[in-house]
């Protein structure tokens, strides 16, 4: 969820986003247009060349949940641990009550905001059971839905926001990383407007590549009927076939965004591609930084209609060329065993205590709640030197540090490692944001070029504001 470019500024600044895709190239004007008046229809069998890799028809029976072997239903007003209301200022309690989500009997699932008698909120949002949706090496991913938005309108529409979207399988059970893991915001919709929103989240906030808390997006109007009156498909594809990469949203076949790997550029397209995959999402908010920011005030108001549902026909993902995707190995959560503080050569493998750096440049050191000492107050532009790093002969796969945070208001930053100079291009990074408090302590892991031999090695921290965003206890790498 995001507030796109050309939308008035948001009131609370967000956390996390998201994004999908949108339809089949292939499939014909004629075609598409029965699918918009069609009230139920099966998941379209793959192109030629393609491959069914998931999907959902919906097809249960009315009055039930959707399935738990494809779904986990979110509840509350945020993740545990994670940034109230869902880190978008959105107002509403998800649940899940049948009232709230459930299958129509007709092929359709019907996610429905609902308002109790004291002005209250209610509305559902769910999440694919499965993390790892991602383009085969050298492939084509496709993320797909069928779907109709709230038919509300006008001043009855203000506060509606119902989404399809991805986000980086690192956000589960972590919370804190977005947006460096990545957001693929499929279909936003807001406050009864004819209009999609397709929009990439990645790197830090603020600021950054993708331009957060914005993100890179798009927009325009439902093809034929209005996207309140029909169902429309809407579609996202990751092409991981040519170089550089390519990301595209469609709506009823017709492409209307597109954004390059060499327009996010690096680190941010590698922490965003790198992972395991995504997991997929589908929610009606009520209110936040995207409706509130286009209202231009304060939504859901006084004449906010309730019960207005947004029905999915079906979710699929597919997939075209390459070979198997790589697998992805699970950092470990355990701390890396400790060594002592250098006095001479420092082993990479073992822990090394961030306070026993040989150089900094506006970096403090604090006593840490787990014990000993950790480098604080770290902000923009700050770096540390650990000086005789010894690396081997075989390089590492990734490095991992021990970080907190308690930056707040979405604020993230990154933790980068470079060789030789703080000047020099980062060999590594990771984004991190607020974790709860400033000794609110995670294992972050990161992806690394690995070097070998023996090297000065600079921490370095980069962040599009001007305060203090993370404090790190120790780091190491690991083969």
């Keep these: 969820m995001h507030t796109p470019p050309g939308a008035l500024a948001p009131l609370p600044a967000r956390r996390r986003k998201r994004l999908a895709l949108a339809l089949f190239t ?3 004007t004629t ?17 030629p060349g393609w491959s069914l890799v998931w999907s959902d028809d919906f097809d249960g029976a009315a009055g039930t949940l959707p399935s738990s072997a494809n779904w986990l239903i ?33 092929g359709n699932l019907r996610i429905t905001p609902l308002r109790d008698s004291s002005g209250g909120w209610t509305s559902a949002r769910i999440e694919t059971v499965r993390t790892d949706f991602k383009p085969p090496s050298g492939g ?69 590549p993708c331009d957060e808390f914005n993100g890179i997006g798009a927009s325009r109007t439902c093809p034929g009927a209005t996207c309140q009156s029909a169902f429309h498909t809407y579609r996202f594809e990751w092409d991981a076939s040519v170089s550089p990469q390519v990301l595209r949203w469609y709506v009823d ?60 026909d079906y979710v699929a993902v597919y997939s075209r060329g390459g070979g198997t995707a790589p697998p992805t190995t699970a950092p470990p959560t355990t701390a890396p065993p400790t060594t002592a503080p250098p006095g001479g050569v420092r082993d990479a493998y073992g822990r090394i205590e961030a306070e026993s750096f040989n150089g ?13 000492q950790n480098i ?48 020099s291009p980062p060999i590594g990074s990771f984004a991190i944001g607020d974790t709860g408090g400033w000794q609110s302590w995670r294992s972050v892991p990161g992806n690394v070029a690995g070097p070998t031999g023996r090297h000065t090695v600079y921490l370095t921290f980069t962040s599009g504001q001007p305060n203090d965003f993370v404090n790190i206890n120790w780091f190491s790498f690991r083969r």
């Design 376 to 423: 604080g107050y770290l902000r923009d532009g700050d770096w540390a030197r650990y000086d005789n790093v010894e690396f081997g002969t075989t390089p590492p796969r990734d490095f991992v540090a021990r970080a907190a945070s308690g930056a707040g208001d979405g604020v993230s930053g990154l933790v980068e490692v470079r060789l030789g100079s703080p000047t």
């Design 253 to 312: 076949g017709e492409l209307y965004h597109t954004v390059t790997e060499t327009r996010v550029g690096e680190p941010a397209w590698s922490q965003m591609t790198d992972h395991a995959g995504y997991f997929l999402l589908l929610n009606v908010a009520m209110g936040g930084a995207f409706p509130n920011g286009v209202a231009g005030g304060t939504t859901p108001t006084a004449a906010t209609v309730p019960g207005r549902p947004m029905v999915v």
């Design 140 to 208: 084509v991913l496709a993320i797909e839905g069928r779907l109709q938005v709230p038919n509300v309108t006008g001043a009855q529409a203000a506060g509606y926001w119902p989404a399809f979207w991805a986000l980086g399988s690192p956000y589960r059970g972590n919370y804190q990383n977005w947006p460096s893991i990545g957001e693929f915001d499929v279909m936003e919709n807001v406050n009864g407007i004819n209009s999609v929103w397709g929009v990439l989240h990645c790197g830090y906030a603020p600021g950054g």
């Design 26 to 28: 292939t499939l014909t």
């Design 31 to 47: 075609a598409l247009a029965g699918l918009a008046v069609t009230a139920n229809a099966a998941v379209p069998a793959p192109a």
């Design 74 to 106: 979110d509840v509350g007003t945020s993740y545990p641990g994670g940034p109230p209301n869902w880190g978008t200022g959105e107002i509403q309690t998800y649940t899940d009550s049948t009232a709230n989500i459930s299958h129509d009997g007709a």
């Design 360 to 372: 900094q440049s506006g970096v403090r050191a604090e006593d840490c709640s787990e014990g000993g």
